[in-house]
């Protein structure tokens, strides 16, 4: 029997199908309406994430049956326009979830007065057909060694939950980083830029720098300005220093001068060191494209050893499938380069052979000012996905990756995937 009352937070990732059991996409969140005057908000619709990764609106009534698992539309016919929020409405998951209120419950003394969080939002179909927000479920802070007590209370018991107030800041964002645990770092940005300011503020505040450098390195070159803005200067600069140092230098580069050089200052010497380097190249030339960490050796290094620090797991597969010998030392810009060993050659060595016996010297490398054209080029011409970058005196100053040219050859606003049209009705 379909369910005619359920909680938002079950229904985010269900299937969605049509009348012939074709899946549509997976439910991410739930449009509500909310009111001043705590009348019971009605709930619009669903927020429906395409296999294109597009989000579109579907209206509730076009929801035949809420199972367990699945929900099912009356209609295979949906409009694919992308989602945007309209005035007036609300995300239960995005916005709502996890916000400050208080309670009012004869029932619930103990609360009366006391800040609790969202847990969760009911809802449940009326006779109409219609869905309204019936009941909120309710818990206070985390106290040391135990677990929140859950309060399920009815929304006219509830205030804090007016549009107003619902967007001033502070709130937590529980429900929203659990929802990002385990998803790759692209995924999470993706879903980052779909929030709207406030919240996708309060998520970055929250990540810690490792995961937020992840993912801020995904999103397109005027969001990851827009997020360095609303972050304290202190914790901007220690996002940059967990950033991969290209990605910094790109970002840096966006932005003046002087504010450039004020958050080099407040980074650690050896993180901002490789990011000035950068900064002195070309955005679009081999040592503005390399990153100054690729994978460095000595030639007295054994192809065992070699193998264990391309296992690393912080590598994309690009710079893990090149190794590049030097004299010492060993970090950027190193003593005099002598060649390279592709991961292919590695493998096919005995553990104990040393990498200065199997090098590569007849790859020509990178000069630092080659435009991007000519990197491309390079890369198409010997069939790589990784280069060496050396200077005229044989220094190995950093390693261009495939990722990294393609990021650079893209049109302006590729991770756009999808036109910002407005939401349209079938």
């Known amino acids: 029997m379909a369910a005619t009352r359920v909680y938002v937070a079950r229904l985010a990732g269900l ?8 899946s549509i996409g997976r439910i991410r969140d739930v449009v509500v309406a909310i009111r001043y005057n705590r009348q019971q908000p009605r709930v619009h619709g669903l927020v429906v994430e395409l296999f294109t990764r597009r989000r579109i609106f579907v209206p509730i009534l076009r929801v035949t049956a809420i199972d367990p698992g699945v929900v099912t539309l009356n209609t295979g016919t949906v409009s694919l326009r992308r989602f945007t929020q309209r005035p007036g409405e609300m995300l239960a998951l995005a916005q709502i979830v996890d916000s400050v209120v208080r309670v009012q419950d004869p029932d619930l003394p103990d609360v009366a007065g006391v800040d609790l969080h969202v847990f969760d939002l009911g809802i449940e179909q009326t006779r109409s057909r219609d869905w309204l ?3 909120v479920a309710v818990r206070g802070h985390r106290r ?17 939950l007016t549009p107003y107030e619902i967007g001033r800041p502070g709130q937590e964002v529980t429900q929203l980083l659990e929802q990002f645990e385990g998803m790759r770092p692209a995924d999470v940005a993706y879903l ?8 996708r503020v309060e998520v970055a505040v929250a990540l810690d720098d490792e995961r937020l450098a992840d993912v801020v390195q995904e999103l397109p070159d005027d969001a990851q300005i827009e997020l360095l803005s609303h972050l304290e200067v202190r914790r901007a600069a220690d996002l940059l220093e967990a950033m991969d ?5 790109d970002l840096l580069g966006e932005l003046p001068e002087g504010e450039a050089e004020s958050l080099l200052a407040l980074m650690d010497p050896q993180e901002s060191e490789p990011v000035r380097r950068l900064l002195e190249h070309s955005p679009y030339s081999a040592g503005g494209l390399m990153t100054p960490r690729p994978v460095v050796l000595t030639p007295s290094t054994t192809v065992a050893e070699a193998l264990a620090r391309v296992r690393n797991p912080d590598l994309t597969p690009a710079l893990a499938s090149m190794v590049f010998v030097v004299r010492p030392p060993t970090a950027t810009p190193t003593g005099r380069y002598l060649g390279s060993v592709h991961i292919q050659q590695l493998l096919r060595e005995p553990p104990a052979h040393l990498v200065g016996g199997i090098l590569d010297t007849d790859l020509s490398p990178l000069r630092p000012e080659l435009s991007l054209v000519a990197v491309t080029r390079y890369f198409a011409t010997y ?19 495939v990722d990294d040219v393609l990021d650079h050859l893209l049109p302006e606003g590729w991770r756009d995937q999808e ?3 407005e939401r349209g009705t079938a």
């Open 15 to 22: 299937v969605v199908l049509g009348p012939d059991g074709e």
């Open 133 to 135: 927000v019936t009941r």
């Open 144 to 160: 040391l060694g135990r677990r929140r007590t859950v309060h399920v209370v009815d929304w006219t018991s509830v205030s804090g």
């Open 192 to 199: 980052l830029r779909e929030l709207p300011e406030k919240r």
């Open 245 to 249: 140092p290209d990605d910094a230098a």
């Open 383 to 401: 069939n790589l996905v990784c280069g060496p970058v050396v200077d005229e005196e044989s220094h190995l100053l950093g390693a261009v990756s």
């Open 419 to 421: 036109e910002n049209d």
